[in-house]
């Protein structure tokens, strides 16, 4: 029997924000536990929140790149459950009336499936449960509230993806949005980007859908493909030998590569949602939201068709330089000063790429200007040092912080264009590959391939390749 799979995504996305969403407590990753929280993110009694405006433009921020409707008129919730993490015994979210309704992203998978959204509200998130990493971690658990209040957006899609190939991509195109717009980092090994997986089966040609398991704890697009694969096919073979699926929360263990039962899963009402007390509803007007509209950058799509139509780049080389908005941005001032966008393209793609990797750091790191590459790419068009000279300058440039004009002018890197000096470098080498010599004069061209790296090689590198080539040639055909 056929079967069809129904996904449907929760993505929580920390929002960069200094301060958390409700105090004015730090939100930076990596500070000694329990050393960023107060008495609002500790929920001690009479501490207020105060809603941190910051944050809300980042939600709507990401609301209106999704298509989303921003609502007039948003109101806050309690969230009522009990756990370790969530020390005021509730979590304020949003339930009745979000921040944002509908919206939809198109992803290359299911036959360019357009992936609905249903919502889009804002949270507070809790603490952490350190589960080890003590001398008693087989015994207790600890807390760390560095976490707790820190804000957060939760984007809920529709079970509009067929297959688990769909929502890691999903998940994928929708990170790079978050972060490309600002609003995200994107790190999910810091946890500050977060998906659980709504996964049924049903009958292929069945309009109802099937009882679903909610997948937690994917934190990599990898793991999100193989627990929903593993986690349908659970189904599938359950529901085969005649059992049948139970409304359940399930963990992701990565080691065993299965997934495992953590709890039944709750329905809406097991949370008693009612309105935040403390806070007012949240209104939004228009000329808010078209401040904020304001701020959008051109989105990755829309700027990759640009760099093709523009700059004429093969889709290739403008896919990979629209990775990141500071990786595009680095590349068009490059492009702008260099008046040669094909060659800013190698570049960038190459040597820098090449050298960040190397040294493992970021664009935003790179201590070589977008001006200083282009000057460099300057030269090599107007000839005056070779590209293999041009790689050593760049090299020393990245390093040092000096331009390329002070450093060819003081090592004396420039490009040999003088024939007579061309000529006599060739006549050296055409007198000590006698050999050589012979067999281009008996029609191996590929020997000429080495002669012309003997010429470079004698040269220092600095020899016109396209000079050289010429002149060794005639010089060959000339001593016959």
């Not at 200094?18 to 993110?41: D, E, L, Y």
Request: hydrophobic share 40%; aromatic share 6%; proline share 5%.
């Amino acid at each position: 029997m056929q079967y069809e799979p129904v996904i449907g995504l929760e993505i929580h996305a920390h929002l960069q924000t200094r301060t958390k969403i409700f105090c004015g407590c730090s939100t930076a990753f990596g500070a000694p536990p329990n050393s960023q929280v107060c008495p609002v993110c500790l929920g001690l009694p009479g501490a207020l929140p105060v809603l941190n405006r910051q944050a809300v433009d980042c939600a709507i921020k990401a609301a209106l790149t999704l298509g989303c409707d921003v609502q007039p008129v948003s109101v806050f919730a309690r969230k009522n459950y009990f756990y370790p993490d969530l020390p005021k015994g509730y979590q304020i979210s949003q339930y009745e009336r979000p921040l944002a309704l509908g919206g939809s992203l198109a992803i290359a998978a299911g036959g360019g499936r357009r992936v609905g959204l249903t919502r889009i509200h804002l949270e507070e998130d809790a603490g952490k449960s350190l589960h080890e990493g003590f001398a008693d971690s087989d015994r207790r658990t600890y807390v760390d509230y560095n976490r707790s209040g820190v804000p957060l957006i939760e984007i809920v899609t529709e079970p509009d993806m067929r297959s688990a190939a769909e929502a890691a991509e999903f998940f994928a195109r929708l990170r790079d949005i978050l972060v490309w717009i600002g609003v995200n980092d994107g790190n999910m090994e810091e946890g500050s980007l977060r998906c659980d997986g709504n996964v049924s089966v049903r009958r292929a040609g069945q309009q109802a859908f099937g009882v679903k398991a909610e997948v937690k704890n994917v934190n990599s697009f990898r793991y999100m493909q193989k627990a929903l694969d593993y986690e349908i096919e659970r189904q599938i073979d359950l529901l085969e030998s005649g059992g049948v699926v139970v409304q359940e929360t399930r963990l992701w263990d990565a080691a065993a590569g299965r997934t495992v039962s953590m709890r039944s899963k709750e329905e809406a009402h097991d949370y008693r949602y009612f309105p935040e007390p403390d806070l007012p509803p949240l209104a939004v007007d228009a000329a808010r939201i078209e401040r904020v509209r304001a701020t959008l950058p051109e989105l990755p799509d829309a700027r990759r068709q640009r760099f093709v139509a523009a700059y004429g780049l093969p889709e290739y080389d403008a896919g990979v330089l629209t990775q990141s908005a500071a990786l595009a941005d680095y590349y068009e001032r490059v492009a702008s000063e260099a008046g040669n966008p094909k060659a800013a393209s190698n570049w960038v793609m190459g040597e820098l790429l090449r050298t960040l990797n190397d040294r493992g750091t970021t664009i935003g790191l790179v201590p070589l200007a977008p001006q200083a590459l282009a000057g460099l790419i300057r030269l090599v068009d107007a000839g005056a040092i070779s590209s293999s000279i041009a790689k050593d300058v760049f090299a020393m440039m990245y390093d040092t912080g000096r331009s390329a004009d002070e450093i060819v002018a003081a090592r004396g890197l420039a490009q040999i264009d003088d024939e007579a000096a061309l000529v006599a470098i060739i006549g050296d080498v055409l007198a000590a590959h006698g050999d050589a010599v012979a067999q281009v004069r008996a029609g191996r061209q590929a020997t000429f391939g080495f002669l012309v790296g003997q010429v470079m090689k004698a040269s220092g590198g600095k020899a016109n390749p396209k000079l050289a080539n010429q002149l060794l040639r005639r010089e060959i055909e000339r001593s016959a």
